[in-house]
């Protein structure tokens, strides 16, 4: 059974085009996140949901915009995208703050191409 | 400057031999300090973690943290070519902050 999945694994758009990254965990775990990695395998966080409520929003454009409608998903809606979203998003998961706090757990993540 | 800097290599060895990767890092207040591994298409793992200063051993594995000097580094001894990846520190305040990665060091072991 896969912990934290993503879908579409794949994305190749047009700039300008609004898309939608999503992600499911079935470890019960209470915070979510997504991340941000470049070209560089530069790792960034830029969201993170506790029990559908947004913790921490890094400085990204708002055009990315993050949904969680139920503690085991967390979407990613990004609009008019431009050829700098160009990368690989990882969506991860943990349960924090009890427990083990230093395990998070990532999906496959999703490459994005903007052309 | 970088809260967390790491050499990204790429680095490469052959099999059997002892890799040292390392990380350096900028704020006193970092209190975790974890290694992940991510291989080629994969997202990335946790490999060990470590809370304040000291060394720990997982198999071929150590884990070591110098707060004094602000540097954490990874061991690996007996290197297989199955350790071909790339391996990112990442250092956190406290539950519940947020992990804050280096680049990653992508590293090779050549049979």
Request: glycine share 6%; proline share 6%.
């Amino acid at each position: 059974d896969t912990a934290v999945s993503q879908t579409p694994k794949y994305l190749v758009t047009q700039m300008g085009n609004d898309k939608s990254i999503k992600c499911e965990q079935n470890l019960g775990h209470d915070t979510m996140y997504w991340y941000k990695q470049d070209s560089k395998k530069f790792l960034k966080i830029m969201f993170s949901y506790n029990n559908k409520e947004l913790i921490i929003n890094e400085t990204v454009p708002n055009r990315f915009s993050p949904k969680s409608p139920d503690k085991a998903h967390l979407n990613l809606h990004i609009n008019s995208l431009e050829l700098g979203d160009s990368a690989v998003y990882f969506c991860a998961s943990s349960q924090e703050p009890a427990g083990d706090p230093e395990t998070q757990y990532f999906g496959p993540g999703t490459r994005l191409l903007v052309l | 400057q970088k809260e967390v800097e790491q050499d990204p290599g790429p680095l490469s060895v052959p099999e059997g031999a002892i890799v040292s990767l390392n990380c350096t890092y900028s704020n006193s207040a970092f209190q975790y300090f974890m290694w992940y591994r991510q291989y080629s298409r994969k997202g990335p793992e946790l490999l060990m973690y470590t809370y304040s200063s000291g060394n720990k051993e997982d198999g071929r594995f150590t884990a070591q943290v110098d707060k004094s000097s602000k540097y954490i580094s990874l061991f690996i001894r007996d290197s297989q070519p199955s350790d071909s990846a790339t391996y990112l520190c990442a250092v956190k305040k406290t539950s519940g902050s947020r992990l804050t990665f280096g680049e990653g060091t992508q590293l090779t072991v050549n049979p």
